[in-house]
């Protein structure tokens, strides 16, 4: 008599130990089954929460299914250590307690990176209506309910304030080409003085070779430079910018006295030496 097929093993209380678990539930009686893209679409948040936790702590490691109930809308999973194949423990008890601590107290726990918060409490808010959504390990859960996103989302609060970072902005600027840093082709640099901010000349870098000659031509004069400008939070102006295209802009021509001849009318009677002093004087 051939052998019945076996399904699925069913998970042992060691692996429920190592595991950590998200289940949905109808909260609709007259609905037994939980959506299908409220299903995926909770369980990619948890599971980007889940792999944000694991990088901030420091673990190579991947995710495996231990267990999926179609039944129930359950999936299991357990961290694994890339290399050795072992599960890691320590994890599942560092985010199963982490959650049930800051759903106590309202506030951070140090397991709990800002990043890895910020991903937790995208996971915990977006969890779906008319559905009961519950996680823990494989043998305890813990119901998502609105204290628990009011718990989370108070701890959230209570983070340090995160320096803003510096950020890049495509764009251009004016200024007067001074400083030539660098001929060396791996760092080809310049310095643009800005006509409002010229106590904090701005780094310039470039690749392109041809831009040489625009520095050539440009040289002590106003350019316009094109490309990624470099800004600090708070400034109004770029402090570094990489370079894409050069302008130079014109020249202003220099007046010389003879040029000034003709332009003014002098009055009947007098030379340009007597109109002059007469200004001078106030006569």
């Not at 357990?78 to 423990?89: D, S």
């Not at 309910?145 to 701890?155: F, G, W």
Request: net charge positive; glycine share 6%; charged share 25%.
């Amino acid at each position: 008599m051939p052998k019945r097929k076996q399904g699925p093993k069913e998970p042992t209380p060691a692996q429920d130990q190592l595991s950590l678990s998200l289940k949905l539930e109808t909260a609709d009686k007259s609905k037994p089954n939980v959506d299908v893209d409220d299903f995926l679409g909770t369980a990619e948040k948890w599971l980007r929460a889940l792999k944000t936790f694991a990088k901030e702590q420091g673990e190579h490691v991947k995710w495996e299914i231990v267990d999926l109930r179609k039944s129930s809308a359950l999936i299991q999973v357990q961290p694994v250590r890339i290399g050795t194949g072992k599960p890691v423990p320590k994890l599942v008890r560092k985010w199963d307690s982490g959650l049930r601590q800051m759903e106590e107290t309202g506030r951070p726990v140090s397991t709990f990176s800002p990043e890895a918060m910020s991903d937790l409490y995208a996971f915990i808010i977006g969890v779906p209506s008319d559905t009961v959504v519950s996680v823990g390990n494989g043998t305890s859960r813990l119901p998502i309910t609105s204290y628990t996103q009011h718990a989370i989302e108070a701890a959230v609060r209570h983070l340090p304030e995160q320096p803003r970072a510096e950020y890049l902005a495509q764009g251009s600027i004016r200024g007067r080409l001074a400083v030539l840093d660098s001929w060396n082709p791996e760092d080809r640099s310049f310095r643009l003085q800005l006509p409002l901010n010229p106590t904090k000349p701005v780094k310039c870098t470039y690749r392109d070779v041809s831009l040489v000659s625009a520095l050539g031509v440009g040289f002590e004069g106003m350019v316009e430079i094109t490309g990624k400008l470099k800004y600090k939070p708070e400034h109004p102006w770029p402090f570094a910018a990489d370079v894409d295209h050069i302008r130079v802009l014109p020249r202003k021509p220099a007046v010389g006295l003879n040029e000034l001849v003709g332009l003014v009318h002098l009055p009947e009677g007098q030379d340009s030496l007597s109109y002059v002093r007469s200004l001078r004087d106030a006569e």
